[in-house]
Structure formats: structure tokens, C-alpha cells
């Protein structure tokens, strides 16, 4: 992968970019680039909007141009390869926003170029992936459940983890496990940040 890099402040917007490319020679490339560049472009042009609307208000209740001076937001769009070969890539692409409050938004992408297309859990798992999956969700969320049954996660009943799918990201790190990845809010709370689960034993 090469990387589209760079950091600036403008309009009091701190912006720290750094986007991934990958490079092959294939269309399952070109259409992940694509997504890439949608998704950075889309996530610029989003908190420019909203930086945009809360300056509005700002001055709208009675700021001063003093005290917006010292205001600034942080965007941020990074990257990390998990693992790679030289015919498969998994990488991770992070997009975030601080000012008012703080948020991340992770996206994965695990790529067979040898064979043009996206790797499957099913692929690592085999046919009980499902089943697998599940099983090392539930065994996180009871190890991070203490004595007095407090936990940071939702209860199924409450919009928490009930089961993966197709959608359901992940990576898949260096020893080949496939690392599952719940963004924030999804099954537990905020302060949990976005949650990672191995699969481990990923033998089939």
C-alpha cells in the first residue's frame, strides 16, 4: 500500500490525514480505492458541514470572535496494515472527529488479489464460522462481566450482541486470527471504545 498523507489547519479545522491506496494491478483494487477516497471525501466534507453549523450557532447565542479563535476541531483519517503477503492484505482504516465530543468509526478491508476478492470469515472459520464467532463474543463480554454482573455491554434485549453476519467487520492479524471489530455504541458502551474480539484457534 502507498499512502495519501498530509496535516494542516484550516478554517479552524486540524486536519491529519493519512489514507491508504492499494496497489495491484486488479478490479477488486480499484473498487476498494475507490470506496477509500468516497469515504475520505465524504468524512471531510461531513465535519466540515458540522464545524460549519456549530460556528453559526456559535455566534448566533452571543460568541465572540475571541473566543472562537480559541476553538478547533480535529479530523482524522488514519490507517494500519494487520497483515500482509504478497497475494492478501488486511488493513484497518480509522476515521475520527474531537471537538464538542469524540468519535471513531473503524473500517476493514481483507483482500485476496491473487483471486480479486474479499476474504471471508467463513474462509478462516470454515462452515461453523458463525457458531465460532459467537462463541468467542459471548466468552469476552462474561470475562469482562464482574461478580456483581456489571458490565459495560448491552444485554441482548437492549440492542446488544445477539450474532455476527456477513457485515460483521474484522481483520485478520499476522498469526491469521480474525480479529472481530464493533464500532462504538454497538454493543457496549461509549467509554468502551470500539470493541476487539479474536477468534482464536482459527485451525480448521
Not at 43 to 72: N, P, S, V
Not at 141 to 165: K, N, Q, R, S
Request: charged share 25%; aromatic share 12%; proline share 2%.
Amino acid at each position: 500500500l502507498t499512502v495519501r498523507d498530509y496535516e494542516m489547519t484550516q478554517d479552524g479545522i486540524h486536519y491529519d490525514v493519512s489514507a491508504p491506496e492499494v496497489e495491484a494491478d486488479s478490479a477488486l483494487a480499484d473498487k476498494v480505492n475507490a470506496e477509500i477516497q468516497e469515504r475520505v471525501d465524504g468524512h471531510l466534507a461531513e465535519m466540515e458541514q458540522m464545524w460549519q453549523e456549530y460556528k453559526d450557532a456559535f455566534f448566533a447565542t452571543g460568541g465572540t470572535q475571541q473566543q472562537w479563535d480559541e476553538r478547533e476541531m480535529d479530523v482524522i483519517v488514519d490507517y494500519e496494515i494487520k497483515s500482509q503477503s504478497e497475494n492478501a492484505v488486511s488493513f484497518t482504516v480509522d476515521f475520527g472527529e474531537a471537538w464538542v465530543t469524540a468519535a471513531q468509526e473503524r473500517y476493514c478491508y481483507n483482500l485476496d488479489l491473487a483471486e480479486n476478492r474479499d476474504i471471508t470469515l467463513r474462509d478462516l472459520l470454515g462452515d461453523a464460522w458463525v457458531e465460532r464467532c459467537n462463541q468467542a463474543v459471548q466468552s469476552y463480554i462474561a470475562a469482562h462481566t464482574d461478580e456483581h454482573g456489571y458490565t459495560l455491554f448491552f444485554d441482548p434485549e437492549a440492542g446488544g450482541f445477539t450474532t455476527v453476519d456477513e457485515n460483521t467487520r474484522f481483520y485478520i492479524r499476522a498469526d491469521g486470527v480474525p480479529v472481530l471489530v464493533f464500532q462504538e455504541y454497538t454493543i457496549a458502551a461509549g467509554s468502551a471504545g470500539i470493541v476487539e474480539i479474536p477468534v482464536e484457534d482459527t485451525q480448521t
